[in-house]
């Protein structure tokens, strides 16, 4: 069983930047790969960004490629997402996301954190 906590998310003006964080409970986290998600308003929860168990690969939207890092401290448990070049489209609800696999974690994660709410004004 993994809970996840996301923190850091705001109100941040067109070209800012914000760091997400997600902190994982439970001694197994360095055992799953990780993903962020968001839900823009009226819209689908989609895709952000992925990382596996030991860091090594990465994958991301294309929307976000170039702006965002996901990176993870598995000494405490806590994913990143570090979001550059902020736009207004990028508002959404952020959600951290767990799962055995990279390839999983993108798809059908196990486990979901409850959000933390990005705004970015023009």
């Known amino acids: 069983q993994v809970q996840l906590v996301e923190s850091g998310g705001g109100l941040v003006q067109a070209g800012g930047s914000l760091r997400l964080s997600c902190a994982a409970s439970?001694?197994?986290?360095?055992?799953?790969?990780m993903g962020w998600f968001r839900r823009a308003p009226g819209k689908e929860r989609e895709f952000v960004a992925a990382i596996s168990w030991s860091g090594g690969s990465t994958n991301y939207a294309d929307s976000v490629k170039g702006r965002f890092t996901i990176s993870r401290d598995n000494a405490k448990n806590t994913v990143f997402l570090q979001m550059n070049s902020l736009k207004p489209e990028d508002t959404a609800v952020y959600y951290c996301?767990?799962?055995?696999?990279?390839?999983?974690?993108?798809?059908?994660?196990?486990?979901w954190g409850q959000g933390t709410q990005v705004t970015v004004s023009s």
């Open positions: 439970g001694r197994t986290f360095r055992r799953y790969a």
């Open positions: 996301a767990a799962a055995p696999t990279i390839v999983v974690v993108r798809t059908t994660p196990d486990y």
